[in-house]
């Protein structure tokens, strides 16, 4: 596995290596330039704690992610494999960072949501396109992605991110997906980044579908967060779970630490919350599969009810975002345009997302039904109005 130059691990100082000596020996020493206001008695009452600065996030808090990780995913998680950050697009950032330098790339799926390419670009990395193919149901292009690590572009491509379910596609990675990409990963050197928010939210799911949080096979990057999990992306944390080979998890978080101290992303005032948060994350995941699992049920509904049958919905394994595929001789712009003047409803087309072909929208699962069967409504209206 080859890691990015740009991370700084060279050989400490010699006071910085005598100061770690006696921390491992267990030697408190004082410190003439110590300027952390809260060991002084200067701390505010409202955040009275000291501050421990612990660059992988504090550790009462990645002990209480550890225990709620470690019962979800049915196998002990490590709090020394997780980082603590306030959201996984600034995951998305530091693992870039970890991996690439400038110039190199990391693979990004198509269809997808236009967040990978934008943030690659603003580290200076090129964010190349595999696509996921449709036959009824959306899979990975693995001989694609063979292709691609192997072919003319495979010396910088440092990364594969792997969204699990994707959005808005909705499609989990398949069992015989995952044993083929783990394979092709660990013989070309490529890290995986497997972004798992949606993953709770299983609408019509094959089989066999497993979180790749956990994955020993090839260093792996999971990333989840309090975004979807709470419906709250309001709440701003996110996480990163390190899995994979020993020798090159011990590399690599021995360079991740040095970006996460870099940044010291996480608020004490924010970590003291997690552990209620966590214990409010099963009632709260439940309360969304209900709303979600309702709305794609009535659109089924509503969409068997038209006469017309126009529209029609593809199939959404887990996520809160599903397609409509409308007719492919309508202009997607002239549509959403047509139900903006007429309805007073926007949404998003499939071009957004990339979609190879035209005649797709994206509509949420998310809002009460009454509102959802009015957005379904205005679709019809729109579609059957044009033709």
Same mark, same amino acid.
């Given at each position: 596995?080859?890691?990015?130059?740009?991370?700084?691990?060279?050989?400490?100082?010699?006071?910085? *290596?005598? +100061?770690?000596?006696?921390? #491992?020996?267990?030697?408190?020493?004082?410190?003439?330039?110590?300027?952390?206001?809260?060991?002084?008695?200067?701390?505010?009452?409202?955040?009275?704690? !000291?501050?421990?600065?612990?660059?992988?996030?504090?550790?009462? #808090?990645? +002990?209480?992610?550890?225990?709620?990780?470690?019962?979800?995913?049915?196998?002990?998680?490590?709090?020394?494999?997780?980082?603590?950050?306030?959201?996984?697009?600034?995951?998305?950032?530091?693992?870039?960072?970890?991996?690439?330098?400038?110039? =190199?790339?990391?693979?990004?799926?198509?269809?997808?949501?236009?967040?990978?390419?934008?943030?690659?670009?603003?580290?200076?990395? =090129?964010?190349?396109?595999?696509?996921?193919?449709? /036959?009824?149901?959306?899979?990975?292009?693995?001989?694609?992605?063979?292709?691609?690590?192997?072919?003319?572009?495979?010396?910088?491509?440092?990364?594969? !991110?792997?969204?699990?379910?994707?959005?808005?596609?909705?499609?989990?990675?398949?069992?015989?997906?995952?044993?083929?990409?783990?394979?092709?990963?660990?013989?070309?050197?490529? @890290?995986?980044?497997?972004?798992?928010?949606?993953?709770?939210?299983?609408?019509?799911?094959?089989?066999?579908?497993?979180?790749?949080?956990?994955?020993?096979? @090839?260093?792996?990057?999971?990333? =989840?967060?309090?975004?979807?999990?709470?419906?709250?992306?309001?709440?701003?944390?996110?996480?990163?779970?390190?899995?994979?080979?020993?020798?090159?998890?011990?590399?690599?978080?021995?360079?991740?630490?040095?970006?996460?101290?870099?940044?010291?992303?996480?608020?004490?005032?924010?970590?003291?919350?997690?552990?209620?948060?966590? *214990?409010?994350?099963?009632?709260?995941? +439940?309360?969304?599969?209900?709303?979600?699992?309702?709305?794609? *049920?009535?659109?089924?509904?509503?969409? /068997?009810? /038209?006469?017309?049958?126009?529209?029609?919905?593809?199939?959404?394994?887990?996520?809160?975002?599903?397609?409509?595929?409308?007719?492919?001789?309508?202009?997607?712009?002239?549509? !959403?345009?047509?139900?903006?003047?007429?309805?007073?409803?926007?949404?998003?087309?499939?071009?957004?997302? =990339?979609?190879?072909?035209?005649?797709?929208?994206?509509?949420?699962?998310?809002?009460?039904? /009454? +509102?959802?069967?009015?957005?379904?409504?205005?679709?019809?209206? *729109?579609?059957?109005?044009?033709?």
């Amino acid at each position: 596995m080859r890691f990015s130059s740009r991370v700084d691990i060279s050989d400490p100082n010699p006071i910085a *290596a005598a +100061e770690a000596l006696a921390k #491992a020996q267990g030697v408190t020493l004082g410190k003439l330039n110590d300027s952390n206001p809260t060991r002084h008695g200067l701390a505010p009452a409202l955040v009275p704690e !000291v501050y421990t600065a612990d660059p992988r996030g504090p550790r009462a #808090a990645r +002990e209480a992610l550890s225990a709620f990780l470690s019962h979800a995913q049915g196998s002990p998680v490590d709090a020394d494999r997780l980082y603590l950050l306030s959201s996984t697009s600034e995951a998305y950032s530091w693992l870039i960072k970890l991996l690439c330098d400038a110039g =190199d790339a990391v693979l990004a799926p198509k269809p997808g949501y236009p967040l990978i390419e934008s943030i690659a670009w603003l580290e200076c990395v =090129d964010a190349v396109e595999y696509q996921l193919r449709f /036959d009824g149901s959306w899979y990975i292009d693995v001989a694609e992605l063979a292709a691609l690590l192997e072919g003319p572009e495979s010396g910088r491509i440092r990364a594969l !991110v792997l969204i699990n379910p994707n959005n808005p596609t909705g499609s989990y990675v398949k069992a015989g997906e995952r044993e083929r990409i783990v394979g092709l990963c660990r013989e070309h050197g490529v @890290a995986i980044i497997a972004d798992e928010v949606f993953y709770d939210y299983a609408l019509e799911p094959f089989d066999g579908n497993a979180r790749l949080a956990g994955e020993r096979g @090839a260093l792996t990057f999971a990333l =989840d967060g309090f975004s979807k999990m709470l419906a709250a992306p309001h709440a701003k944390v996110g996480w990163i779970q390190v899995s994979g080979p020993e020798a090159e998890v011990a590399e690599a978080q021995r360079r991740l630490d040095v970006i996460a101290d870099d940044y010291l992303p996480m608020s004490d005032l924010i970590a003291r919350l997690i552990p209620d948060l966590l *214990a409010a994350a099963p009632v709260q995941t +439940e309360t969304v599969r209900r709303r979600v699992a309702g709305n794609l *049920a009535l659109l089924h509904r509503l969409l /068997d009810g /038209d006469d017309r049958g126009l529209v029609s919905v593809l199939r959404a394994e887990g996520g809160w975002n599903v397609l409509l595929r409308v007719p492919g001789v309508l202009d997607e712009n002239e549509l !959403v345009l047509s139900m903006i003047a007429s309805h007073r409803v926007s949404g998003q087309p499939g071009y957004f997302f =990339d979609m190879e072909s035209n005649g797709y929208l994206a509509i949420s699962l998310l809002p009460e039904p /009454d +509102e959802f069967e009015r957005n379904v409504r205005a679709v019809l209206a *729109a579609v059957n109005g044009m033709l």
